[in-house]
């Protein structure tokens, strides 16, 4: 027992746990893993929907809860608490390493509390690009203070190790949030439409407009592109409400207000990762800004139109069609992706590299690394 390798793991929101549920799970059952699991940020608010009593509820112990995120949230206060605590608990908990996924702010505080702790790092999904958010520059400086790095494609494997990482430290594993699609845990058709209040009637349009936190100044501008668009066509909408970003909040009022009185929307806080994937076996159309747009979507089954360029640089398949803010081409697209799927004839629908979950390749990973030799880093020339 004393051999076993404590890995501390953060979750700072809805945002990443879905990302994360598969590994959190496998590692919790692995007997070579002392698995520690620091819950905070958007998780314990509220206004958030107060997303760690679903974590809670799945029987997954919960070592530490991180109230770091302000009201209202403020990312240069938030980023700051977010670094103390969590350098609090590396002190007082000790983990071998640090798992972290992805690259928001709180995350990358995170990252930097791990540095000054001398805790190795372990990041999910370096390498990927999303060149209309902030979140794109932290992705990468989060890359280069981290020592394992499980990536999601061979292409962005390529990308980290140009960016001077060890190629040995390089894993390709996949995107663990597509191990929800095997989940034998889901909610019925009926279960969901008594939690979002509305029958889902075909055709099903998902929605989730985040801020675009680089190039664009007014932050209403894309979900009043969107939602007039969706003023034009018959569907079935579940709207889910934004992060935590600068400009979150005028989003969210926005679609509060908008959704007011409309029998054919659901506006939900948080759908939970359960939720969320039963969710896509109905949807026919995702329709926003959201990452999930350029992997779970896809991967469901589901056509996406892409609004914006906050996920410009990332991989993307037939599904996904790109679109500008404009209501008039928004309503277009949306039109076509409920009558046809986008999908060529032949092409992968997803990422997978050989038949095990995500989180068992994860776990292989973290097994096989040596973590005592990964703090003292050097520069590998391409």
């Known amino acids: 027992m004393g051999n076993r390798k404590r890995i501390a793991v953060l979750t700072t929101g809805r945002q990443d746990y879905g990302v994360l549920r598969s590994t959190v799970h496998s590692m919790h059952n692995d007997p070579e893993l002392d698995m520690r699991l620091w819950v905070g940020g958007m998780h314990l608010k509220e206004r958030f929907g107060k997303s760690r009593d679903l974590i809670h509820s799945e029987g997954i112990p919960i070592a530490q809860e991180l109230d770091f995120l302000g ?37 990358l505080a995170a990252g930097m509390a791990a540095t000054l702790a001398t805790v190795p790092i372990i990041h999910l999904h370096g390498g990927e690009e999303t060149e209309g958010a902030i979140d794109n520059a932290m992705r990468h400086a989060l890359t280069k203070l981290s020592h394992l790095h499980l990536v999601s494609h061979p292409s962005y494997g390529k990308r980290v190790e140009q960016m001077g990482e060890d190629p040995e430290n390089v894993v390709v594993v996949g995107a663990p949030g597509l191990d929800n699609r095997f989940r034998d845990d889901l909610p019925s058709v009926n279960e969901l439409e008594d939690f979002l209040g509305l029958r889902l009637d075909d055709p099903v349009v998902l929605v989730t407009v985040h801020p675009t936190t680089l190039g664009l100044k007014d932050p209403v501008s894309e979900v009043m592109a969107v939602s007039d668009a969706m003023d034009k066509v018959e569907a079935t909408y579940v709207v889910t409400l934004p992060n935590s970003d600068a400009g979150g909040a005028a989003i969210r009022d926005y679609w509060i207000n908008w959704s007011k009185d409309r029998k054919n929307v659901s506006l939900k806080e948080v759908l939970g990762a359960g939720r969320y994937w039963s969710l896509l076996n109905y949807t026919k159309v995702m329709l926003g800004n959201s990452s999930s747009g350029m992997l779970e979507g896809p991967s469901a089954g589901a056509n996406v139109i892409n609004v914006g360029d906050r996920q410009f640089g990332r991989l993307r398949n037939s599904r996904i069609r790109d679109v500008g803010v404009n209501s008039a081409e928004i309503t277009k ?11 060529l004839e032949g092409e992968m629908r997803d990422w997978d590299f050989d038949e095990r979950l995500v989180s068992q390749r994860i776990i292989e990973a973290i097994g096989k690394w040596n ?7 050097k520069f590998h020339s391409i």
């Open 333 to 343: 697209l949306l039109e076509e992706a409920i009558q046809k799927d986008w999908l």
């Open 71 to 107: 009201e209202p949230p403020n990312p240069i206060e938030d980023s700051s608490r977010a670094m103390t605590m969590v350098g609090n608990v590396l002190v007082s908990e000790s983990p071998d390493a640090l798992l972290l996924v992805g690259d928001r702010s709180e995350t």
């Open 371 to 377: 973590i005592d030799a990964t703090l003292r880093k």
